[in-house]
Nanobody, 122 residues
């Protein structure tokens, strides 16, 4: 299992930047694909960005392409989300999530952090 703790959320003006960080416990961090999700009030949770175990592959929601960058450091057990050119519609609770990709990989993200609030003012 892995435990995840997010940090770095806050209030920022439109056009500004924030960097979210997710710290993971455990010694098998490199056996997990990682992702950032977000959920705005009254909306469904959506996948924002994902990164594979080796950081050789990343993916992004269309709404954040070119503005957000996901990265990971397997030596430090961290995954970050750099968010630039923030818009009011990026306001949401952001969650870090992990999916086991080791022996008998999981199809689902089963491990979640507690979430961190990002608010972008216009």
């Amino acid at each position: 299992q892995v435990q995840l703790v997010e940090s770095g959320g806050g209030l920022v003006q439109a056009g500004g930047s924030l960097r979210l960080s997710c710290a993971a416990s455990g010694r098998t961090f490199s056996s997990y694909a990682m992702a950032w999700f977000r959920q705005a009030p009254g909306k469904e949770r959506e996948l924002v960005a994902g990164i594979n175990w080796s950081a050789s592959s990343t993916s992004y929601a269309d709404s954040v392409k070119g503005r957000f960058t996901i990265s990971r450091d397997n030596a430090k057990n961290t995954v970050d989300l750099q968010m630039n050119s923030l818009k009011p519609e990026d306001t949401a609770v952001y969650y870090c999530a992990a999916r086991w990709v080791g022996i008998i990989p999981s199809a689902e993200y089963r491990y979640w952090g507690q979430g961190t609030q990002v608010t972008v003012s216009s």
